[in-house]
């Protein structure tokens, strides 16, 4: 692991980063956070900085771990 990602995940995930590690969409995962995706199917947890959206890594392994119904697989 090199020091960039170490960095990243002390920080958080952004959502385009978030998606990606997901195997989602940009999309689907801005959507999901304010509950406008098909079926309103929840996203994984999230906390803002100012007006930025941070995902942690332990909240998306957890995400991938327990989707919900009809979510990420």
């Known amino acids: 692991m090199t020091s960039s990602s170490t960095a990243t995940e002390r920080r958080g995930f952004k959502t385009k980063q978030a998606a ?5 969409s ?3 995962l801005t959507k999901a956070r304010i509950g406008a995706n098909k079926n309103n199917i929840p996203g994984p947890e999230y906390v803002t900085v100012g007006r930025r959206c941070i995902y942690r890594r332990e909240d998306l392994d957890r995400y991938l771990d327990n989707p919900p119904p009809g979510g990420a697989s």
């Open 20 to 24: 990606q590690y997901l195997g989602l």
């Open 26 to 28: 940009y999309s689907w």
